[in-house]
């Protein structure tokens, strides 16, 4: 068990990451995951814990957080009647499926591997945010049938090893169908929820070796706790500056940055 003073560093690094990201998240729209996992790679890393499990244990303790912030989000929206019941109740089977495949990719490949996957997903997240069209359609109505049955499994799939939750693919997904924006934003809210419940309940029974200290599975507890705290502290700060200010041109800053994020992560990931 590691001494309460060698947890001080970690400590003081995960409540600026928390900071951080709620404002984020609360300024842009995005769910915290994007930063999070990312920023928990990092951090772990320049602290000296690293081994073959480490981005498990950032993918899983991005998941556990996003359970939190995704059930407070969905209550808030669902007062407004935002949150589209109907997209979730017939999304929900095939999501749920494509996150328990993915906690059974991810714990059971390399943390280099994780990196790479993460890299190549956040440029195509990176992309859309970029350089993205909100007229863009690819139909008028949400998919049904095997169409949904194909997307639904894809969208918790890569989720789970990005260590989202729903926005960063349920959003443009909704919005390439026509779903008013609000809507999209309110009901991947939901996404976010039953694609983390199934792949924390695996990470949290899966067996990861050389985790960082205090770490449950793959949960690390303190790094969970901490990001809740100072999310919730500062995510309204982030809404008051998205009311104050044109959040579009933000966005595709940070598009950008997520470039370079997933280009850095991708170099790494290649040992350069």
């Not at 498990?56 to 996003?66: E, H, M, N, R």
């Not at 194909?150 to 390439?176: A, K, N, Q």
């Not at 695996?202 to 706790?225: C, E, H, K, R």
């Not at 995510?235 to 280009?263: C, E, I, N, Q, W």
Request: a positive charge.
């Amino acid at each position: 068990m590691p001494e309460l003073s060698d947890l001080l560093p970690m400590v003081a690094l995960l409540i600026v990451i928390g900071g951080f990201a709620g404002a984020l998240a609360g300024m842009l729209g995005v769910g915290g995951g994007i930063v999070l996992v990312p920023a928990f790679f990092y951090a772990f890393s320049a602290l000296g814990y690293g081994g073959d499990s480490l981005f498990q244990v950032c993918l899983a303790t991005s998941l556990a957080t996003i359970i939190v912030t995704s059930l407070r989000s969905v209550a808030s929206h669902n007062k407004k009647g935002a949150v589209d019941w109907e997209i979730l109740k017939t999304w929900l089977p095939g999501i749920v499926v494509g996150a328990v495949f993915g906690v059974m990719l991810a714990t059971s490949l390399r943390s280099s591997t994780l990196q790479g996957i993460f890299g190549i997903l956040a440029m195509v997240v990176g992309l859309y945010m970029a350089f993205g069209r909100s007229e863009w359609r690819l139909g008028e109505a949400m998919p049904t049938g095997i169409l949904r049955m194909i997307l639904s499994p894809i969208l918790g799939f890569l989720s789970v090893l990005m260590g989202i939750g729903g926005g960063s693919f349920g959003v443009p997904v909704m919005s390439l169908y026509n779903t008013p924006i609000h809507r999209a934003v309110a009901t991947a809210a939901g996404f976010g929820v039953i694609i983390a419940v199934p792949s924390v309940i695996g990470f949290l029974i899966s067996n990861p070796v050389d985790t960082p200290p205090w770490t449950l599975g793959a949960v690390n507890v303190p790094a969970f706790f901490l990001i809740i705290a100072m999310t919730l502290i500062t995510t309204p700060y982030g809404v008051k500056l998205a009311h104050a200010m044109d959040p579009k041109p933000l966005k595709r800053a940070f598009g950008v940055f997520l470039l370079l994020v997933a280009l850095n992560m991708l170099r790494k990931a290649m040992g350069w």
